[in-house]
């Protein structure tokens, strides 16, 4: 299952800092996303462009992480060389992320309407 | 209990400007602020008012006054902007000229001033925060410093009686936090209610990052009506709470998704969101969709401020030059990596001086690197060349040396783009808040 099916995501950038949400659609997923997205696992994803530290953030009030890395854009927004210098793409790379299948006791999200 | 209502007209400098007008209109809005000031733009913006005494505030200024003036001053809407950039008093007076224009009379507008700290921040030599250094290493590549304000000095033109309210750089949160303190009469150390405000003013200040802009992703995320999203109305009560909404009609949508995005936008530590007012904590904060387009946001809270303004200092850094070309069909990737090898191998041979470089596919693995772009081949690519230099002249070689792939390079290469630019840059430093001193000019139409 990709992140992508139980969670939603905005970059920030301030400098060389990129800060990434992992929201939850569904509250409920929560405790799910906190066990496995971790801070190791988003530095591993991020490897090649990750050159500092990642931090993550609890916020359970509204099921959500925040992940925050350092020296990850270029040298800095103003002065990076790469074709996306705020980093805007990395929270969709982020929700590409590989997790394990949702155990079934998890109640799943409604589909939306058609 | 109380309300006001305030809108959010502009989240950057290029926005639109037709939400503004919509908000002015039938937004029932008591203030309307526009955040159009990013980092390095009042750097740019002192450049500018360095050839031109007259220059050096926002570009769209005029426009987007000439847009909502009338409006405004008909339904007594208070205005709050950074369009002031680098020259917050010109701003102010060119908003006077075109009211003048527009037949409106009694027009106050106030510009907000001190923020320019250039000449502190050279006394003092403090050390750079993002890179190694102090204040001196930047010697005569330095090219502005500006500390950011906090709401005080707007709410000193407000109560004044300022119709609008320009000003340069001062925390984005800080337009929107002003007119809270002005109606409410919130103390400058009610940190609870700073914290709460630091809250509506952090929501607010991307205008349609909040109602449905950057949200949307097909199929997972749907947005209606993006072509006209609206922007934000936050209704805020004497107690700091705050509900997020929209002009009824209007493009988008008010949900507890969007909020949730925009309340993380940018913030690292959610507990100490540091604002030149207070230490805003996020970390309790609810997000509670109450109706259709309305979202209640609960729990903001805040601790003394730091007694420390940051303060950006934009400075030249380097040269940036650039090339791209397209291929496509069968064999496009292959032949843009040979494109790439070729132009490489022809910048060391001319000897063009280059502190970094990169060499991208644009469609294959430019944005996230080879790791994360694992795919098959794709149809088109671009390959794209971009290198830093000491000057402007070595970083035009860069370019040229991408352009000559039209009759030097693989088969088929197309649409050849070049530039070569200056790049100024942003670094910051903290500064002792009382070697800060703002003021206030009124200016009448």
Redesign the interface.
């Known amino acids: 299952m990709k992140l992508?099916e139980i969670a939603?995501?905005?970059t920030?950038?301030?400098?060389?800092?990129s800060?990434i949400?992992v929201?939850a659609?569904d509250k409920a997923h929560y405790e799910f996303l906190r066990e496995h997205v971790t801070a190791e696992r988003v530095r591993a994803?991020?490897?090649?462009?990750v050159r500092g530290e990642v931090t993550r953030?609890e916020?359970p009030?509204?099921g959500?992480l925040?992940f925050?890395l350092t020296n990850a854009l270029g040298?800095?927004?103003?002065?990076s060389?790469?074709?996306?210098a705020h980093g805007k793409?990395?929270s969709s790379?982020l929700l590409?992320l590989e997790l394990p299948d949702m155990p079934t006791t998890f109640e799943t999200r409604a589909e939306?309407a058609p | 209990m109380r309300t006001i209502r305030i809108g959010s007209g502009a989240g950057y400098s290029g926005d639109r400007i037709e939400p503004a007008v919509e908000l002015a209109e039938r937004g029932g809005i008591q203030y309307l602020g526009f955040e159009c000031l990013a980092e390095r733009t009042i750097a740019l913006a002192q450049q500018q008012k360095l050839r031109d005494p007259g220059a050096g505030y926002d570009p769209l200024l005029e426009q987007r006054m000439r847009a909502v003036l009338a409006i405004c001053k008909s339904k007594g809407i208070k205005i709050i902007t950074n369009m002031g950039a680098a020259n917050p008093t010109a701003a102010a007076a060119k908003t006077v000229e075109i009211a003048r224009q527009l037949g409106i009379s009694g027009l106050k507008v106030a510009a907000v001033i001190g923020d320019d700290v250039l000449d502190a921040c050279k006394r003092g030599n403090y050390p750079l925060l993002e890179i190694e250094g102090r204040v001196a290493d930047l010697g005569n590549r330095m090219l502005s410093a500006n500390a950011y304000l906090g709401a005080a000095p707007i709410v000193q033109a407000l109560a004044a009686g300022a119709d609008v309210v320009v000003t340069g750089r001062v925390g984005d949160p800080a337009l929107f936090m002003a007119p809270l303190i002005h109606e409410f009469g919130w103390a400058m150390d009610d940190w609870d209610r700073l914290g709460k405000g630091a809250v509506v003013g952090h929501l607010l200040e991307c205008a349609g990052q909040i109602t449905g802009g950057y949200f949307a992703d097909p199929g997972v995320k749907d947005v209606a009506g993006l072509a006209r999203l609206g922007f934000p109305i936050g209704e805020v009560s004497e107690d700091g709470d705050l509900v997020i909404t929209k002009v009824p009609g209007s493009g988008g949508a008010v949900t507890e998704a969007t909020c949730k995005e925009q309340l993380l936008y940018e913030v690292h530590d959610p507990t100490q969101y540091i604002q030149p007012d207070v230490v805003a904590d996020f970390s309790k904060v609810t997000v509670t969709e109450i109706g259709p387009d309305r979202v209640r946001i609960r729990g903001g809270s805040g601790r003394a401020k730091t007694g420390q303004l940051k303060t950006s200092i934009g400075y030249i850094d380097s040269y940036i030059g650039e090339g791209q070309m397209s291929y496509a069909g069968p064999g496009a990737l292959e032949r843009g990596r040979l494109a790439l090898e070729i132009v490489r191998e022809r910048l060391k041979l001319t000897g063009v001086q280059m502190s970094e470089a990169r060499f991208d596919l644009i469609g294959a693995d430019s944005l996230h690197g080879a790791a994360l772009s694992a795919g098959g081949a794709p149809y088109e690519i671009r390959i794209r060349v971009a290198g830093r230099t000491d000057s402007l002249a070595e970083a035009v070689r860069i370019g040229n040396e991408v352009e000559t792939l039209y009759t030097n390079g693989p088969a088929g290469g197309g649409g050849a783009a070049k530039s070569a630019r200056e790049i100024v840059a942003v670094v910051s430093v903290l500064l002792p808040a009382d070697l800060v001193a703002p003021s206030v000019q009124i200016f009448v139409a």
Do not use: E, Q, W
């Open positions: 992508r939603h995501s905005r920030g950038d301030k400098g060389n800092t800060n949400s929201i659609f994803h991020f490897a090649d462009i953030y916020l009030m509204i959500a925040n925050v040298g800095g927004v103003t002065r060389l790469a074709l996306d793409g990395l790379a590409d939306p």
